[in-house]
Protein backbone atom coordinates (compact mmCIF):
# COMPACT_ATOMS: atom_id res chain seq x y z
CA UNK A 1 0.00 0.00 0.00
CA UNK A 2 1.62 3.33 -1.20
CA UNK A 3 1.62 5.92 1.74
CA UNK A 4 -0.71 8.78 0.46
CA UNK A 5 -3.53 6.12 -0.09
CA UNK A 6 -2.69 4.85 3.56
CA UNK A 7 -2.57 8.17 4.98
CA UNK A 8 -6.07 8.87 3.27
CA UNK A 9 -7.36 5.50 5.23
CA UNK A 10 -5.94 6.40 8.27
CA UNK A 11 -7.87 9.82 7.88
CA UNK A 12 -10.84 7.82 7.12
CA UNK A 13 -10.66 5.61 9.85
CA UNK A 14 -9.68 8.54 12.68
CA UNK A 15 -13.15 10.67 11.17
CA UNK A 16 -15.02 7.20 11.92
CA UNK A 17 -13.82 6.96 15.38
CA UNK A 18 -14.57 10.33 15.99
CA UNK A 19 -17.93 10.36 14.83
CA UNK A 20 -18.41 6.59 16.40
CA UNK A 21 -17.21 8.60 19.73
CA UNK A 22 -20.00 11.18 19.34
CA UNK A 23 -22.62 9.06 18.60
CA UNK A 24 -21.82 7.32 21.84
CA UNK A 25 -21.98 10.49 23.73
CA UNK A 26 -24.98 11.38 22.77
CA UNK A 27 -26.70 8.17 22.86
CA UNK A 28 -25.90 7.98 26.57
CA UNK A 29 -26.85 11.49 26.85
CA UNK A 30 -30.33 10.69 25.49
CA UNK A 31 -30.98 7.24 27.72
CA UNK A 32 -30.34 9.92 30.67
CA UNK A 33 -32.88 12.58 29.88
CA UNK A 34 -35.90 13.11 32.52
CA UNK A 35 -38.09 16.04 33.16
CA UNK A 36 -40.45 17.20 35.61
CA UNK A 37 -43.51 18.99 35.04
CA UNK A 38 -45.27 20.76 37.93
CA UNK A 39 -48.94 22.26 37.48
CA UNK A 40 -49.45 26.02 38.64
CA UNK A 41 -51.34 25.00 41.71
CA UNK A 42 -48.25 22.82 42.65
CA UNK A 43 -51.18 19.79 43.33
CA UNK A 44 -49.34 17.22 40.34
CA UNK A 45 -46.26 16.34 39.31
CA UNK A 46 -45.24 14.36 36.31
CA UNK A 47 -42.04 12.92 35.59
CA UNK A 48 -41.12 11.21 32.12
CA UNK A 49 -38.24 10.03 30.57
CA UNK A 50 -35.94 9.55 27.42
CA UNK A 51 -38.69 8.34 25.18
CA UNK A 52 -41.52 10.50 27.16
CA UNK A 53 -42.93 7.50 29.63
CA UNK A 54 -44.00 8.46 32.92
CA UNK A 55 -41.51 7.45 35.14
CA UNK A 56 -43.82 8.95 38.67
CA UNK A 57 -46.46 10.63 38.86
CA UNK A 58 -46.95 12.41 42.61
CA UNK A 59 -50.30 14.20 43.71
CA UNK A 60 -50.28 16.53 46.59
CA UNK A 61 -52.79 14.83 49.50
CA UNK A 62 -54.85 18.36 49.14
CA UNK A 63 -55.59 17.33 45.64
CA UNK A 64 -58.34 14.93 45.97
CA UNK A 65 -60.35 17.95 48.03
CA UNK A 66 -59.92 20.78 45.62
CA UNK A 67 -60.05 19.22 42.20
CA UNK A 68 -62.47 16.85 40.46
CA UNK A 69 -61.55 13.45 39.13
CA UNK A 70 -62.02 15.06 35.50
CA UNK A 71 -60.24 18.16 36.29
CA UNK A 72 -57.54 16.09 38.17
CA UNK A 73 -57.13 14.13 34.94
CA UNK A 74 -56.62 17.05 32.78
CA UNK A 75 -54.21 17.80 34.89
CA UNK A 76 -52.07 14.91 34.77
CA UNK A 77 -52.71 15.19 31.18
CA UNK A 78 -51.25 18.64 30.68
CA UNK A 79 -48.15 17.68 33.27
CA UNK A 80 -47.84 14.83 31.03
CA UNK A 81 -47.24 16.87 27.53
CA UNK A 82 -45.20 19.70 29.43
CA UNK A 83 -42.53 16.74 30.46
CA UNK A 84 -42.69 15.18 27.03
CA UNK A 85 -42.24 18.17 25.34
CA UNK A 86 -39.18 19.33 27.10
CA UNK A 87 -37.73 15.84 26.70
CA UNK A 88 -38.52 16.19 23.27
CA UNK A 89 -36.94 19.55 22.65
CA UNK A 90 -33.45 18.60 24.85
CA UNK A 91 -33.48 15.23 22.52
CA UNK A 92 -33.89 17.79 19.48
CA UNK A 93 -31.34 19.88 20.59
CA UNK A 94 -28.58 16.48 21.38
CA UNK A 95 -29.24 15.36 18.29
CA UNK A 96 -29.39 18.31 15.99
CA UNK A 97 -25.33 18.11 15.16
CA UNK A 98 -25.67 14.62 14.44
CA UNK A 99 -28.25 15.47 11.64
CA UNK A 100 -26.96 16.52 8.07
CA UNK A 101 -27.12 19.78 6.65
CA UNK A 102 -29.97 20.86 4.95
CA UNK A 103 -32.20 17.33 6.49
CA UNK A 104 -34.88 18.85 8.38
CA UNK A 105 -35.25 17.15 12.01
CA UNK A 106 -38.64 16.28 11.84
CA UNK A 107 -38.21 14.16 8.45
CA UNK A 108 -36.27 12.12 10.69
CA UNK A 109 -37.57 12.32 13.77
CA UNK A 110 -40.64 13.83 13.63
CA UNK A 111 -44.30 12.23 13.69
CA UNK A 112 -44.73 10.92 9.92
CA UNK A 113 -41.14 9.95 10.20
CA UNK A 114 -41.01 5.91 8.94
CA UNK A 115 -38.05 3.74 8.20
CA UNK A 116 -38.60 4.13 4.66
CA UNK A 117 -37.72 8.10 5.16
CA UNK A 118 -34.30 6.70 5.29
CA UNK A 119 -34.05 4.63 1.91
CA UNK A 120 -33.36 6.24 -1.37
CA UNK A 121 -36.22 6.62 -4.10
CA UNK A 122 -36.39 3.14 -6.33
CA UNK A 123 -35.24 4.61 -9.52
CA UNK A 124 -36.98 3.34 -12.65
CA UNK A 125 -34.95 2.13 -15.30
CA UNK A 126 -35.58 1.87 -19.18
CA UNK A 127 -37.10 -0.92 -20.60
CA UNK A 128 -34.75 -3.17 -22.82
CA UNK A 129 -36.58 -4.95 -25.39
CA UNK A 130 -34.72 -8.34 -26.81
CA UNK A 131 -31.99 -7.67 -29.64
CA UNK A 132 -34.43 -9.53 -32.24
CA UNK A 133 -36.93 -6.75 -31.93
CA UNK A 134 -35.20 -3.61 -33.05
Not at 72 to 90: D, F, K, N, P, Y
Not at 101 to 107: I, K, Q, S
Request: charged content about 25%.
Amino acid sequence: MNDEFRITIEGLADEYNQQAARLRETYGKLNELTATAQSDDRMVTVTVGPRGQVQGIELDPRVYRKLSPSELTQSIMEQIGVATGEVSARTQELMAPLVPDGLPYEELFGEGASFESFLPQPVDLPSREPEGRR
